[in-house]
């Protein structure tokens, strides 16, 4: 097991399953290793070595009314690969900062950020409450390096996040179908059900990474005495002893 942290995101890998935990506060342990959680713990990051990630969110639902330019973007992601980040999470912004899927929305940023630094991009396939399961993946035909799949539905604010099994098999289906490493979204427990029955079908294959999201509004709430409990409880059939 070997674990790294960052301003936004935590990963622990064991045996090829990542487990990716967005952070923001204490120190959490983990058997007899520790989680470091916090804004303020940024170290350097030796990118030869595939048991080290550091993946970074620049901006999410906190960027409405943000207004975001494709050169802004490649300068940002630029200055956190610098920082140590291995792993970008790219959520597509209109200039005016609304939410948006769009193809060249992320072919702009995508060139932008491949411009300044070479850092794996991740899409994000979750958009925005209401948008159909269509809109949601029609960048994935870019190939980013990585692509979230959120398994399962949860509320979202005073919103709904839609992410029913027809939605989770059309998402993994152009994943697949473009060679993308899917990160598995895990915002409640019952969404690591999902991942085992997905595992049990052989759509889901090892190795696997998992992102395990708390502090959603609506779902679940995941303080840090019960991070340890979702990082030892990946899906029975992903390769952990």
């Not at 610098?82 to 959520?91: E, M, N, Q, S, Y």
């Not at 799949?149 to 099994?165: M, Q, R």
Request: proline share 8%.
């Amino acid at each position: 097991m070997a674990f790294v942290v960052c301003g936004v995101w935590v990963v622990s890998v064991w045996f090829g399953v990542a487990i990716c935990v967005k952070a923001w506060l204490l120190l959490c342990g983990v058997g007899k290793y520790w989680l470091l959680l916090g804004c303020n713990l940024v170290p350097r990051v030796g990118r030869a070595s595939l048991r080290r990630i550091v993946e970074t969110a620049l901006w999410g639902l906190c960027a409405a009314g943000w207004k975001i330019a494709a050169g802004k973007v490649g300068e940002e992601y630029g200055r956190a690969y610098d920082a140590g980040a291995t792993v970008g999470h790219v959520h597509g912004r209109r200039p005016d900062g609304a939410p948006t899927q769009d193809l060249e929305t992320f072919r702009a940023f995508s060139a932008a950020i491949r411009a300044r630094c070479p850092i794996l991009q991740q899409f994000s396939t979750g958009g925005a409450v209401g948008m159909g399961v269509e809109e949601r993946i029609a960048a994935l035909s870019l190939k980013p390096d990585m692509a979230t799949l959120t398994l399962g539905t949860c509320n979202f604010g005073e919103d709904v996040f839609e992410n029913s099994l027809p939605t989770i098999r059309a998402i993994l289906d152009r994943i697949r179908r473009y060679g993308i490493t899917p990160e598995r979204e895990i915002f409640d427990d019952g969404m690591l059900a999902t991942a085992d029955a997905l595992f049990a079908t052989g759509l889901l294959t090892p190795p696997a990474h998992f992102h395990l999201v708390p502090c959603v509004p609506g779902a679940p709430a995941a303080p840090p005495p019960h991070l340890p409990h979702r990082s030892r409880s990946p899906p029975a059939r992903s390769p952990l002893p």
